[in-house]
């Protein structure tokens, strides 16, 4: 058996053939940057939601959820500095009229330009012209650039406005992140809940961005969903529980079955004012050409609430029990991309695999507990009515514990191909022996060992690997 190489082309067709994703309003010609997610791929999408809300949220005494608004007042972004600040620099070719993010054309040259502004950019542009390096289109080569300018990342929209012009008065923001509903929402939660720092808050939504490139599939997009829990507390205890967070993150990949050597920290070098430490942990997407952002965790001080509390006028503080003083409660978040994992996972689980007879096999290996479908029921014979009736009896039975797929149509070994490209870890399929026997065959999705199991065992068997 060999190994062949992964490349975007073939995520994207498996994802399209087989239901996980699809471009958006294809048949208006598409529109860019955005995507839908399709019957299968939206399983494994609320598989990953889920599996992050159990260890974030339900396992911990500490963290409790949260599902905010979309759209939230609109002083909300001026307080987080997001209408003034939220910007990537932008360069354009004259001739070809592509966009291109400056900062990472200047990475190309290893500058770290993260966090430059346009102006910044523009004079290590003119730096390396001494040098006699010029930037070049990443499309058509040319060198008629424009300078790098600011370009705001804020999506704006108006809510119930009789005024069909966006003005000044009447914009409100697509959210760009969803913490922001979780500072708007701590006193509510510290009020209503029975909570004491430190703390966290959790929720998972989308969030918008009119990125500049958005071209790498799934990656990166106008419309995406984050997974973000802000953990507040006294400034004393950040670093203990900073170490700790980036630990339960870290491990929480490996628990899923994301390999070790396919993740590795990064640590930011430029911060942002307030903060203190930030990494990200990446993920080797090697379809998109190696190790890119998945997660941010991040300190953020006193910031946000310092700054929510200037801007509305009221106290976002809390009042230590012990010490009876009150005092800002700083925050670390952890900040996931789940469409940025989702595709972290296809990289993971996608393998090629040569049988004997020389065919490729695709198949998906998901962590079982992550697969969109866990169990398919076959009968062996669409045409024979008690095989078919068997199978679907337990169909039923199982698809109340698991979520579980029947199939009829077409031969055994193009419903295998089918459940082995969706990640399905079982195959049963109901035979004529079955009748007699009260007992049928299990294919394993990774060996493709298939074993006889009795119809009565069949619960305990799969319980166990599932
Ligand atoms: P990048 O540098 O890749 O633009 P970022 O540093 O701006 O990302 P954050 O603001 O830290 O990202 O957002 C937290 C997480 O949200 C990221 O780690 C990523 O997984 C996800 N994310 C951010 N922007 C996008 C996007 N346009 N499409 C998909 N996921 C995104």
């Not at 006294?234 to 490996?254: A, G, I, N, T």
């Not at 992550?370 to 045409?383: D, G, R, S, T, V």
Request: proline share 3%; aromatic share 12%.
């Amino acid at each position: 058996m060999s190994e062949k190489k992964l490349t975007i082309e073939k995520i994207v067709s498996l994802c399209k053939r087989r239901g996980f994703v699809y471009p958006s309003s294809e048949i208006y010609g598409g529109f860019a940057a955005v995507y839908d997610y399709g019957p299968i791929g939206i399983e494994l999408k609320n598989n990953l939601a889920k599996a992050w809300w159990k260890h974030t949220v339900q396992m911990r005494l500490d963290v409790v959820g949260l599902d905010s608004g979309i759209f939230m007042h609109p002083t909300t972004w001026k307080a987080s500095g997001h209408v003034d600040g939220f910007d990537d620099p932008q360069i354009d070719c004259k001739d070809c009229k592509n966009r291109m993010r400056a900062d990472h054309m200047l990475e190309e040259f290893d500058i770290e330009a993260d966090k430059m502004t346009a102006d910044e950019i523009n004079a290590q542009v003119e730096e390396l012209k001494k040098k006699g390096t010029e930037l070049k289109c990443t499309n058509c080569g040319s060198k008629n650039l424009t300078g790098a300018k600011n370009f705001s990342l804020m999506v704006k929209s108006n809510l119930g406005s009789p005024v069909d012009e966006l003005s000044e008065d009447n914009v409100v923001y697509l959210r760009p992140e969803t913490c922001g509903g979780i500072y708007l929402n701590y006193k509510n939660v510290v009020d209503s809940m029975r909570v004491k720092l430190p703390f966290g808050i959790a929720q998972i939504g989308k969030a918008f961005r009119n990125e500049i490139v958005a071209r790498q599939f799934i990656f990166r997009t106008r419309e995406f969903e984050q997974m973000e829990m802000q953990y507040f507390l006294h400034p004393s205890m950040m670093q203990e529980k900073y170490d700790d967070w980036k630990q339960v993150r870290w491990d929480w990949y490996l628990e899923y079955g994301i390999s070790k050597e396919n993740l590795r920290w990064y640590k930011h070098v430029k911060l942002a004012h307030y903060a203190a430490e930030a990494f990200d942990i990446e993920y080797n997407y090697t379809a998109l050409g190696g190790f890119k952002e998945m997660e941010g965790i991040h300190q953020r001080g006193d910031w946000d609430l310092s700054q929510h509390a200037k801007f509305s006028g009221k106290k976002l503080d809390y009042l230590d029990p012990k010490t009876n003083k009150r005092f800002v409660p700083h925050i670390l978040e952890t900040s996931v991309g789940l469409n940025r994992m989702f595709l972290a996972c296809l990289h993971e689980a996608y393998t090629e695999e040569e049988l004997e007879n020389g065919e490729i096999r695709t198949v998906l290996k998901f962590d079982n507990r992550l697969a969109p479908i866990k169990i398919a029921f076959f009968p062996l014979l669409k045409n024979k009515p008690e095989l078919v009736a068997k199978a679907r009896e337990l169909y039923q039975k199982f698809n109340s514990q698991y979520n579980c797929e029947f199939d009829d149509n077409g031969n055994i070994g193009k419903r295998y191909r089918r459940q082995d490209e969706i990640g399905t870890p079982f195959c049963v399929t109901v035979d004529f022996e079955s009748l007699e026997n009260q007992d049928v065959t299990v294919r394993d999705r990774d060996t493709m060992k298939q074993e006889r199991i009795k119809i009565g065992d069949l619960d305990a068997y799969l319980v166990e690997k599932l």
